[in-house]
């Protein structure tokens, strides 16, 4: 960078009130330098500005009158909603056939909470198999190429911190048997932190304390790196979003698919019914005329408790991040930056401060993807079954743990096989059966006794894979 450019950059930043940034400067060796103001170049000051201007506004929580559960397309059907979900299986299995449907995954986390040095989707999960979260998905993606004979188009949404790892681990495992060609590999923006007074925050010397964009940086990015444009070119008219830590998930649901196509929505949700009304989880619901996540703090109590005349919780559609997008709708709220609000995580943070590494207040901002459903002027909300959709691996142990979702796996299976009238392994201390099913098999009880498979037996359970003929 020529001493003009760094001029004018020290100029944007000073006129921002962000000059601190460029403490420390001189002592930098050239390399450092390069690289220090490589990084400032990709900061967005008129964003940075926008998220300043939030720090001094006054927060008001969402009043009780506001809020409304959403109008859900319920688990329980009536006959007349049995008819609808059949014709929208149809239009969702003539999409995936056309090959209208891309896949949208999540998977910038890594998995060092779990006690794994690597991205989360290379955790393995499987509880007989050992196959990993990422494996687990592509099974379930290269059986819609199978059924439809059509190709599978994944977008995979990484992280600076994991995106060389994502490909190796893809490279390595042969793209689990998708062609290479259909995986298309982006990262996510980082954007910097601030303290309370709205200055950016730095990491050490010649760098910037930089967070991930939340899950919501996920539209950005898909139309920045080019591959919302390439979508389009492959006449992709809807995105299957879902996140790599919830190996119950399920992207080509026909049913999903259709009702979101019928309704003509721009953005779709699957929920699951709150196990109770202390679960913390956020719900969908309405907040004056717009559909949207209720954060579990933001629902006063007499809401969360609230129930309906057959005894349900009246505030029940919790959030698990599984919706549908149409491919114009996220053009939209893309064109020119992206349009959603920002949220504000606040919390300790080792940062650069007086020539020293200190523990500061920050602040990260992050957009949040299920914000994006207020501007959707229609929108479907599927309720489905915790138990087959719905068991993310976040925490090392206990809930919602690599042991739970396995056990949750386990117990799935198990149904699917004694359905079929197949004999299961002995239970283990937990009264799990170790049993197993690939997903190229089947997604439900009937698919599975339907289709031809073969039982592996082995030390940790039954396996059972696809027969081929």
């Known amino acids: 960078m020529s001493k003009h450019d760094e001029s004018e950059l020290r100029a944007r930043f000073a006129r921002v009130g962000q000059g601190h940034v460029f403490a420390d400067f001189e002592s ?27 720090l001094g506004e006054s927060v008001h ?21 049995k008819r609808r979900a059949d014709e929208a299986r149809r239009v969702g299995e003539s999409l995936l056939a056309e090959g209208r449907v891309a896949f949208l995954l999540v998977a910038g986390g890594q998995a060092s909470r779990l006690g794994y040095d690597g991205p989360k989707g290379a955790f393995e999960i499987g509880p007989v198999s050992g196959r990993s979260l990422f494996e687990i998905h592509a ?6 190429r199978q059924r439809f004979n059509v190709a599978v188009p994944w977008y995979v949404m990484t992280s600076p911190a994991n995106h060389a790892a994502t490909q190796s681990y893809f490279e390595r495992h042969r793209h689990f048997g998708l062609d290479a060609k259909d995986i298309r590999f982006f990262s996510q923006a980082m954007i910097p932190a601030m303290d309370p007074e709205g200055r950016i925050l730095r990491a050490g010397p010649g760098e910037l304390f930089l967070a991930p964009n939340g899950h919501g940086g996920v539209l950005l990015a898909l139309e920045q790196s080019g591959a919302l444009a390439e979508s389009g070119e492959r006449g992709i008219e809807h995105f299957s979003y879902f996140q790599v830590d919830n190996p119950l998930a399920r992207p080509a649901d026909p049913l999903f698919i259709g009702l979101h196509a019928i309704e003509g929505a721009g953005m779709s949700s699957k929920v699951v019914a709150k196990r109770d009304a202390g ?76 020539g020293e590494l200190a523990q500061r207040d920050g602040i990260k901002f992050e957009a949040f993807v299920f914000d994006a459903l207020g501007d959707s002027e229609r929108s479907v909300t599927l309720e489905v079954s915790r138990a087959e959709e719905f068991s993310p691996v976040k925490n090392a142990r206990g809930e919602d743990s690599p042991e739970s979702a396995r056990a949750d796996l386990c117990r799935l299976h198990a149904v699917w096989a004694r359905s079929a009238g197949l004999e299961l392994p002995s239970p283990d201390a937990g009264g799990v059966h170790p049993i197993e099913i690939d997903p190229l098999i089947a997604e439900d009880a009937a698919q599975f006794q339907s289709r031809p498979h073969t039982p592996i037996v082995t030390d940790r359970g039954h396996f059972y894979v696809h027969e081929h003929r």
């Open 279 to 354: 679960e913390k989880v956020g719900v969908l619901g309405r907040i004056g005329e717009r559909l949207g996540c209720i954060e579990y703090s933001d629902l006063p109590a007499n809401l969360r408790e609230a129930r309906e005349a057959d005894g349900q919780l009246r505030f029940r559609a919790g959030n698990i991040a599984i919706h549908m997008l149409r491919r114009d709708f996220v053009s939209d709220l893309t064109r020119g930056g992206l349009h959603l609000p920002w949220h504000l995580a606040r919390k300790k943070m080792l940062v650069w401060h007086d």
């Open 139 to 144: 099974r379930r993606l290269l059986a819609v």
């Open 61 to 81: 929580g969402v009043m009780p009158g506001e809020l409304s559960p959403p109008g859900l397309f319920p688990l329980l059907r009536t006959e007349r909603e």
């Open 28 to 54: 930098l060796d050239a390399n450092a330098r390069e690289s220090f103001l490589a990084q400032l170049q990709a900061v967005d000051l008129d964003q940075v500005g926008e998220q300043a201007r939030l």
